[in-house]
């Protein structure tokens, strides 16, 4: 054990300074901000835009589950990690809906705010990597848009599997980047059809999937999760339906899209999809285009898979 000695403190402090400095000391690149901790492993900005379209795509979630943080049923949470937790709202709103539970929230950059519930605890750490928590710890582990992100989606169910307690549970939140129409509205070569090949390629390529939301509960019942349970929803991209619910989803929707089409996908295009800057400014504006044509009856679909640790 070190002496506590203030040579110590002062050497400990700036230990403290020089990580600080390091994980903060982000990159940018096509005038946007991203990550210095494991630079170049994820796709999305970190800057005050990419936030805010973080921060919208929580209001949608909560609003597609009618209010609710989760559909797994959980009772009298201890412990709870949120992978990936982004500006770390979700954390945030489960450290306030449940106070007797530590909340954790995991992620390469530190774009937290400071002032949070005391129970809600944030950390740059990588999921990828080998997880450090002990066995049986975990009562919840929640994963939300990490498509593109995650290098072995079964390496990492695998370590929350060891993690969580017998009885708790595992939920994995995530849309689809194909656009889907259920009345012929949308042709296969259409820009919003097409873009979705694009970005199913581009991901092959980066080496991190995108089809996540259509492969969760075949991966968490590999993983040897029980009970576990698919749940689809809708997210048109503009407010064509006449169903409120959804007429507001679209709005919000078409907002998120044409805002942050650059943050979601500058980078993927420009390294994995060896576009020109120029060339993936064009190309956006294109889709944008196409995500306000109301004609097309167009959405995607957004999956909550959550499975059970067996007793």
């Known amino acids: 054990m070190q002496s506590s000695s203030p040579a110590n403190a002062s050497s400990h402090s700036s230990d403290n300074d020089t990580l600080a400095s390091y994980i903060t000391k982000y990159v940018k690149e096509n005038n946007r901000r991203y990550h210095a901790y494991k630079a170049g492993s994820y796709w999305g900005p970190n800057d005050e835009s990419a936030n805010e379209g973080q921060n919208l795509a929580h209001a949608m979630y909560v609003e597609t589950l009618d209010g609710a943080l989760h559909l797994a049923p959980l009772e009298n949470p201890q412990q709870i990690l949120d992978v990936g937790t982004g500006t770390g709202i979700w954390a945030i709103d489960m450290a306030d809906q449940y106070t007797e539970a530590e909340v954790t929230g995991i992620d390469l950059s530190p774009i937290q705010p400071e002032m949070v519930p005391v129970n809600c605890v944030f950390e740059v750490d990588d999921a990828n990597l080998e997880w450090t928590w002990d066995d049986n710890f ?98 048109p991209v503009n407010p064509w339906p006449n169903d409120p619910k959804l007429k507001q989803l679209g709005k919000l929707n078409e907002i998120r899209l044409i805002e ?40 995607l679909v957004v999956s909550v898979v959550y499975g059970k640790k067996a007793n």
Not at 263 to 280: I, P, V, W, Y
Request: hydrophobic content about 40%; some cysteine.
């Open 138 to 235: 975990f009562d919840f582990v929640h994963v939300r848009e990490m498509f593109g992100s995650i290098s072995d989606w079964s390496a990492l169910c695998n370590e929350a599997l060891r993690c969580i307690k017998p009885g708790g549970y595992i939920e994995i939140v995530e849309h689809s980047i194909h656009t889907f129409s259920d009345d012929g509205t949308l042709p296969p070569d259409s820009t919003l059809a097409v873009w979705g090949d694009v970005m199913d390629k581009i991901g092959r390529k980066w080496g991190k999937t995108f089809n996540v939301w259509k492969e969760s509960k075949s991966i968490l019942e590999r993983a040897g999760f029980v009970d576990v349970v698919d749940v689809r929803f809708k997210w």
């Open 260 to 299: 942050n089409l650059e943050a979601f996908t500058m980078r993927l295009l420009t390294q994995a999809g060896n576009m020109t800057a120029n060339e993936a400014h064009v190309y956006l504006a294109q889709v944008r285009k196409a995500v306000k044509d109301q004609s097309i009856h167009g959405y």
